[in-house]
């Protein structure tokens, strides 16, 4: 058996350091921004005291009574209607024979009828006999008006029948609008509403003077004004006049009490 004499060998060995990461810079730029953001902020927006609401009382001070009048126009909405009447007239009989002649109530001629019945007597050596009765138009309206002597008829052979005058009083039917009072409460709301409006600021309530011509609706108010005061400090949200006062919502910011040190 031959021996084989092995040489060692040599190995070289080489540590190379690799470089570390270099830190991001994002996170840097971030937080800067948001403490130039914040800085900005405080700057910009001063501290605010914190506001305070209230409710206090004050005395009201009077002033002089003003006065403001408003008019508005009523507006008819009712209808009426009045119908139509009969025309009325005398009729005038006269009787040419010597046998008295009765007309009966409701005797009809020529458009009118008797009102009652009449007894017309006989003619005699002093002329004819004569008699008068009232009578009516059978239709209403003003077609019932008649002329003198429209009526002259011959009624038999010897009993005439005439109007001497005219018949009068027919009318036809119509209507009229006239003044409700809703119509004249409506006009009456709108005048106290002009006045309403109007009107601007804390006051008693205002005496009311109502009058009224044609259609013509007139309103005047009669109002004793007041005024107040609060310290300038305070912002005003609301006011009510109660009896001699003035009850004023306000808000106003708490001022701080300012130190004074003593030697």
Request: hydrophobic fraction near 45%; aromatic fraction near 10%; proline fraction near 6%.
């Amino acid at each position: 058996m031959q021996s084989v004499d092995e040489q060692p060998e040599t190995i070289h060995l080489y540590v190379v350091r690799e470089e570390e990461p270099k830190p991001s810079v994002f996170p840097i730029v971030l937080s800067a921004l948001s403490l130039i953001v914040l800085l900005g902020f405080c700057v910009l927006v001063p501290y605010q005291q914190p506001v305070t609401r209230a409710v206090i009382r004050v005395p009201a001070v009077p002033l002089g009574v003003k006065t403001f009048t408003a008019q508005a126009q009523v507006i008819p909405t009712g209808i009426k209607t009045y119908p139509a009447t009969i025309a009325y007239g005398v009729l005038t009989i006269t009787n040419g024979s010597i046998i008295g002649q009765s007309i009966p109530a409701g005797f009809a001629i020529q458009g009118v009828v008797t009102d009652y019945a009449v007894y017309v007597p006989g003619g005699n050596a002093n002329g004819y006999g004569y008699a008068i009765v009232t009578a009516h138009a059978l239709i209403s309206g003003e077609g019932g008006n008649l002329a003198t002597l429209a009526i002259n008829q011959v009624n038999g052979s010897s009993v005439y029948i005439r109007n001497l005058s005219a018949f009068t009083g027919g009318k036809d039917s119509y209507a009229v609008k006239f003044a409700t009072a809703q119509d004249k409460q409506i006009a009456l709301t709108k005048a106290r509403n002009i006045l309403a409006v109007g009107i601007i600021g804390l006051h008693y309530p205002c005496q009311e003077l109502y009058s009224q011509l044609a259609l013509q609706i007139k309103i005047t108010w009669r109002c004793i004004f007041v005024t107040y005061s609060v310290p300038s400090y305070m912002h005003i949200t609301g006011a009510r006049l109660v009896g001699r006062n003035v009850i004023v919502s306000v808000l106003y910011t708490v001022r701080p009490m300012l130190r004074r040190w003593v030697k």
